[in-house]
Nanobody, 115 residues
Framework: QVQLVESGGGLVQPGGSLRLSCVAT????????VGWYRQAPEKLRELVAT???????NYADAVKGRFTISRDIAKNAVYLQMSSLKPEGTGIYLC?????????WGQGTQVTVSS
């Protein structure tokens, strides 16, 4: 059974930092591309960052230079280091594992950027 568990969210002031984690079980981890998405209230889910099996990374323009996606194959984990956070970064952050026709989602972790 595939399971993805995100953690690391919380309340942070503007300009602050958080590190999100997504740990996968029941999956051939190193075959999958992984993405972090943000679901803000009353907005469409948007892609924040991706990393593929070869380690290539892509970022949404709004987070370039502030966010870093990385993976630890030994731990079956993908991380999102977020710095210089802005209030518009508030939302539920979800990770998705993708391979061919298969998509697996975690339950998300809440990030709130507010003073």
């Amino acid at each position: 059974q595939v399971q993805l568990v995100e953690s690391g969210g919380g309340l942070v002031q503007p300009g602050g930092s958080l590190r999100l984690s997504c740990v996968a079980t029941g999956i051939m981890y190193d075959l999958y591309s992984v993405g972090w998405y943000r679901q803000a209230p009353e907005k469409l889910r948007e892609l924040v960052a991706t990393i593929n099996p070869r380690g290539s990374r892509n970022y949404a323009d709004a987070v370039k230079g502030r966010f870093t996606i990385s993976r630890d194959i030994a731990k079956n984990a993908v991380y999102l280091q977020m710095s210089s956070l802005k209030p518009e970064g508030t939302g539920i952050y979800l990770c998705k594992y993708h391979y061919g026709p298969d998509d697996y989602w975690g339950q998300g972790t809440q990030v709130t950027v507010s003073s």
